[in-house]
């Protein structure tokens, strides 16, 4: 009966039809339940059948089951649209010859192929009348636009709840691949037969679809990334959900899945080559750009965000503007940072409509705190920024430097672990490192602090910040030898630095033990 189905598929419109449609059509004689079962037994092993061409070529829900005709190619679809010559060696054979059902089904089907047979028939007449067709080449493909399609959940033996909470997975690692890296999200779990992309090059680029088994008392997820263009399945990522809560996208776990997730979209989705073309819309790599330090770049990403936020008016974009002002101060060795309340203004032109984007209210809530006076909107900003995004690395680097500002070590300490390790993948990794190294050792944990420092020079050698950490620690631990070599690197970078340039001048502390402990630590060193 599996034949009997997809030749039914085949032969629908869109490739379409509803499962109790199906059901009646080839089991209607049977009593529901065995009709039900039966119908499930032939759809699994026609599915089983059609895997080697693809997961997508047979979907289903609950209301329907649909055959991606665009993926295979049917005789009768490609003749009657046009695509194909019917050739004179076809126009004399009945449709769908020596297909036969069986048993209870048998009237009901050949109910349905007379009518099949005689629209081609019809079919077949009009092609003879009519003048011979002129074929033209295909169109071109145009290349897509930065797009990605969200797929139907594929999982069996799963509850609904389960399944629906798949789907919110599916949702937010779409939902967080906009804010990164600015592409646009086409949701095809409809269950309605798509080519992907379409002449025009409208949709989407990449397919992400989400595969669940059961497994134990929980499931497990592979998420599968394909390119449409070449129907590549480019990379899949797993994760072993041995309990329901894991499915929450607060819990540690699932936040590491998606965070990895969004590092390997942005690596599929943006080209490599050159940034600058991309990252006016992509805040993924105009925040590479920024952590570049190098001044022309500063001033590139800042000509490009401007660009981006006149064309798209996207919150995200004011809040990158405003945070761009920090590093135009934060690594000038000594710079105070004052008070600019044009960074404010900025920030603040985006506080409705980024109120649920966290990447904006990671941005503007760390410039209101760098920038400005404003300590209390810069910590409701910060703090919701966490609740928005719990997989963004980023936001708990900088709700943890703000809690390390005002003195909160264990706040701080759990936020800087918990971005260390979402980050673990990401190209930033090396300032969630710092981030650590300086939490570390304000908390007197200076081994931490050595250990995490270093780690982020190993990846940005000249980063000031960890260089300060990783020195004054090794002088407070009496590595005097180790702390006197590192203390040259910070004097070769800048030889009028003196460790009288206090934590308050370079970021604004309200635990002034933490900064004076740092002095020490630099003093100790041989750094006067």
Known sequence: MRKAMFAVLALSDGGRRSRAALQELLWGGREPRRAAGSFRTALSVLRRELAPMGDDVLTNDTHSVTLNRDLLSIDTVAYRAGRNPLPPSDRALDLLEGLDAEGDAREDFEDWLRTERSAWADFVDAADLAPPAVFLPPLPVVAPKRGLGLLTVVAEGVSPTCQHRCDEVLDFIGAEARVMCGTDIYDHRDGVSRSFPDLLGHGPAHLLQLHVRPLGQGVHLTLKVIETASRKSLWNQRLDCSAPDMLDLHHPAMAEFVS?????????????????????????????????????????????????????????????????????????????????????????????????????????????????????????????????????????????????????????????????????????????????????????????????????????????????????????????????????????????????????????MVDREAGNRLQQGLILAGLK
């Not at 050698?461 to 002088?475: H, I, K, M, N, Q």
């Open 260 to 508: 990895r997730a969004i590092e390997q979209l942005a690596n599929s989705i943006l080209p490599a080559a050159d940034p600058t073309q991309t990252a006016g819309h992509a805040p993924y790599q105009s925040l590479n750009m920024m952590f570049s330090l190098s001044p022309q770049t500063l001033e590139r990403a800042g000509q490009m965000l401007q660009s981006a936020w006149h064309e798209t008016h996207d919150p995200v974009h004011l809040g990158l503007l405003s945070y761009l002002d920090t590093f135009r101060v934060g690594e000038s060795w000594g710079r105070a940072v004052g008070n600019r309340p044009e960074a404010a203004e900025i920030a603040r032109e985006g506080l409705n409509a980024g109120a649920f984007n966290g990447l904006y209210l990671t941005t503007a809530g760390y410039s209101m705190f760098y920038l400005t006076d404003n300590q209390e909107l810069a910590a409701d900003l910060l703090t919701r920024a966490v609740e928005v995004a719990p997989a963004q690395a980023m936001a708990w680097d900088h709700l943890a430097l703000f809690w390390h500002t005002q003195g909160k070590r264990a706040k701080a300490r759990h936020a800087a672990e918990r971005a260390v390790t979402l980050g673990r993948f990401s190209p930033l990794r090396y300032a969630y490192d710092t981030t650590l190294s300086m939490v570390s050792h304000a908390d007197g944990d200076f081994d931490a602090a050595v250990r995490f420092g270093r780690r982020a020079l190993s990846r940005k050698p000249e980063f000031s910040s960890a260089l300060r950490y990783v020195t004054a620690g090794l002088g407070l631990l009496g590595r005097h030898d180790e702390a006197e070599e590192m203390a040259q690197r910070i004097l070769r970078l800048d030889p009028t630095f003196t460790a009288d340039r206090k934590t308050q001048g370079l970021i604004k």
